[in-house]
Nanobody, 118 residues
């Protein structure tokens, strides 16, 4: 299993950024995919999650209306579109894959840094 995030960087407040997570080594279309983030000195938190079919999506309250999550099962990719970003969005963003079934296993990417600053 491999998850590789990309697209992070420095962005000004109010700007936009799109993160991508390329998956390999497992049946991507069967897995729930999620984006988490971890700011310095804080716990890792869920940002957004999408089910295997893309029909069920959840967002953290702090990003509702600003972020969107989508997936392309043909390309084994999940994306996080970030708009109207704020300084408090600064964090390392991680992609997570969760296997189906009762005994679910989680797989994590290495993370990509997003910094929001003027």
């Amino acid at each position: 299993v491999q998850l590789v995030e990309s697209g992070g960087g420095l962005v000004q407040p109010g700007g936009s950024l799109t993160l991508s997570c390329a998956a390999s080594g497992f049946t991507f279309s069967r897995y729930r995919m999620s984006w988490y983030r971890q700011a310095p000195g804080k716990e890792r938190e869920l940002v957004a999650s999408i089910n295997s079919a893309g029909s069920s999506i959840n967002f953290a309250e702090s990003v509702k209306g600003r972020f969107a999550i989508s997936r392309d099962n043909a390309k084994n990719t999940v994306m996080l579109q970030m708009t109207n970003v704020k300084p408090e969005d600064t964090a390392v963003y991680y992609c997570k894959a969760s296997s189906p079934g009762i005994w679910s296993s989680d797989y994590w990417g290495q993370g990509t840094q997003v910094s929001v600053s003027s």
